[in-house]
């Protein structure tokens, strides 16, 4: 093999995608995509990802736990996770009926008053299931809490919801007249 390290990868193209791509002279369209050609320049200036290729890229996407990035003709974007200034844009779609959402007990009590909002991101990340919510909640609390939202009373109300991967749907914001504790 190549010796590249495909999780490092990933975490770096994420960086490049959902926060920093001005760092290594990138500009995103306004669904997130960049050139393919225009990344691999990009990230060949630093010596580990000197011999990085497309297949490698489709190496990294295929090997990871989690959809967090999309291949399509010459582009590449991440899916979800964003936090640059200009808000991408995401294709609106009819979510299940519940969705969940896993965070840490310390901010529940905000989230009662506030509603979950993207906070440092552009979106709320919401989960199809609740294995997935869990993981995510894991990562701010061992045994974290579990929101569901009832996703029909949001869009009769006008919340709109958006296609992260298969497991990670995105929002605006979500009021908590719409969140109830699992
Ligand atoms: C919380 C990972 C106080 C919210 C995951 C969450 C996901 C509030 C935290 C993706 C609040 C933000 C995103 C309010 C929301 N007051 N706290 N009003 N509203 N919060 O990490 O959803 O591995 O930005 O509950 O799997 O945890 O990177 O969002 O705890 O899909 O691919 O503010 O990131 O994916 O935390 O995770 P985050 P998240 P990757």
Redesign the pocket.
């Known amino acids: 093999s190549k010796g590249i390290n495909y999780t490092k990868l990933s975490k770096e193209v994420?960086y490049a995608l959902r926060h920093a791509p001005w760092e290594y002279e990138l500009e995103l369209d306004k669904n997130g995509w960049v050139p393919i050609d225009q990344l691999l320049q990009a990230i060949h200036q630093s010596d580990e990802w000197q011999n990085v290729e497309l297949d490698d890229l489709k190496i990294m996407i295929e090997k990871s736990e989690?959809k967090?990035h999309e291949i399509k003709e010459n582009s590449i974007r991440a899916l979800?996770?964003h936090s640059i200034p200009m808000k991408i844009v995401k294709e609106e779609a009819i979510p299940p009926k519940f969705l969940y959402?896993g965070?840490?007990h310390d901010?529940l009590s905000?989230?009662e008053k506030?509603?979950?909002?993207p906070?440092?991101?552009q979106y709320?990340?919401l989960s199809e299931d609740i294995e997935t919510a869990i993981l995510?909640g894991k990562?701010?609390e061992k045994n974290p809490i579990i929101l569901v939202i009832n996703t029909e009373n949001a869009r009769a109300k006008g919340i709109k919801f958006y296609l992260g991967n298969e497991k990670?749907w995105l929002a605006d914001s979500i009021p908590s007249e719409f969140l109830e504790l699992l």
Not at 114 to 117: I, T
């Open positions: 994420s989690k967090r979800y996770g959402h965070t840490a901010f905000e989230i506030n509603g979950l909002s906070m440092s991101r709320v990340h995510v990562r701010k990670v």
